[in-house]
């Protein structure tokens, strides 16, 4: 077929090889020619242009560049053949094809420094972020601006009533290691009835509402930051601004809301699995039955624990939901930033969970509920 490239090898009077090219040389066609030609390894004396068709600049540059490194003569080239390779003879350039890379001696403290500088911006856009939400907060407060009730409702289903199995899963595993973990050293000491204490207190004070911190930050705060990110993305945002609808009232409160009203009941019911599941492991290895376990639990385990997990998880909730709606909000340009505002929002809410977790547990120390 004359529209597909082609070449065939042959031999002149002289018994030099002769590159012979048939077909259209263009951009649709050449490339599947390209590789085959940098594949040659015999010595090219001539090139033949006679049975090839239409040619555009893609093609000239391929019988070009293959005549200047085989050293070889181009013939049977039409006029506008001829013309588009004389044009490209006086191509060139002894440039690097990809930038010089520096020392990384060099490049780590320039990335460092990148980060810094950039540090004073980001948080000014924090701040800003963090007004609008107050401000649009006061006016649905106000009744100037009505609660979305229904969006609020559907982002109660997903951050929580969907959570359900995974984090109930991931705490029934964990209250198993624990308490295991636990039976092993404490065993060792003879103290192996306190493998009770140990896991109804750090289910209830710790790890129940820590852990579902971290999922929630996983799955809710990546999807607040992926779906408003997708939506900036494809000018949703803009659309919405343009017909009177103030997306801080339409998608972030509601997000933020759910996030805060979900978590206590979340990290409770983490907490509640994290002890059966000690429970469970106990039965078969400390031999405490399923039941006493669980009646030793309300004798070993201070109210004030309780409170102290279920303190903490609405600020945990709304630095997850803040996090992914902020990030989700800056996404802008390409496809591309949607994954890495994601992947920002995700690392900056677990980040933070654990930094104000360990603020409280040094204020709770304090006031002597430690």
């Not at 969006?151 to 289903?157: F, G, M, S």
């Not at 939901?321 to 809410?349: F, K, P, W």
């Amino acid at each position: 077929m004359r529209d597909r490239a082609d070449f065939r090898l042959e031999t002149d009077a002289e018994g030099r090889t002769v590159l012979a090219l048939s077909g259209n040389l263009l951009v649709s066609t050449a490339g599947f020619l390209d590789p085959q030609l940098r594949a040659l390894d015999q010595p090219i004396a001539r090139i033949d242009l006679a049975d090839a068709g239409e040619i555009d600049t893609v093609g000239a540059w391929l019988v070009w560049r293959l005549a200047r490194d085989h050293g070889a003569t181009i013939a049977g080239a039409d006029e506008m053949a001829a013309r588009l390779i004389s044009a490209l003879q006086g191509a060139g350039g002894d440039g690097d094809i990809a930038p010089a890379r520096h020392p990384v001696l060099r490049r780590v403290p320039e990335a460092v420094g990148a980060y810094v500088s950039a540090l004073p911006a980001s948080w000014v856009r924090l701040l800003d972020f963090l007004g609008a939400l107050l401000i649009s907060s006061w006016t649905i407060i106000r009744g100037r601006s009505p609660l979305r009730m229904h969006a609020v409702v559907r982002q109660l289903e997903l951050v929580g009533v969907s959570a359900l199995g995974i984090v109930g899963l991931m705490s029934f595993l964990v209250g198993i290691v624990i308490a295991q973990q636990g039976a092993v050293q404490l065993q060792d000491l003879g103290f192996g009835e306190l493998t009770v204490n140990l896991t109804g207190r750090i289910s209830f004070r710790e790890l129940g509402i820590l852990m579902t911190a971290i999922m929630v930050a996983g799955r809710s705060g990546s999807s607040f930051a992926a779906q408003i990110g997708t939506m900036k993305l494809t000018e949703e945002i803009d659309a919405m601004r343009t017909i009177g609808v103030s997306p801080m009232e339409a998608l972030v409160i509601p997000r933020v809301l759910a996030a805060v009203l979900m978590l206590p009941l979340l990290g409770f019911y983490s907490a509640i699995l994290a002890i059966i599941g000690g429970a469970f492991i106990s039965t078969i290895t400390l031999d405490i039955p399923f039941h006493a376990f669980l009646l030793r639990i309300q004798d070993v385990v201070p109210m004030h624990d309780v409170w102290v997990g279920l303190v903490k998880a609405p600020f945990f909730g709304f630095i997850i939901a803040v996090a992914g709606c902020y990030q989700g909000m800056q996404v802008q340009g390409n496809s591309e930033e949607v994954g890495l505002r994601t992947t920002i929002a995700v690392v900056q809410a677990i980040f933070a969970v654990i930094v104000l977790d360990a603020f409280f547990a040094v204020f709770f120390t304090e006031v002597g509920w430690g």
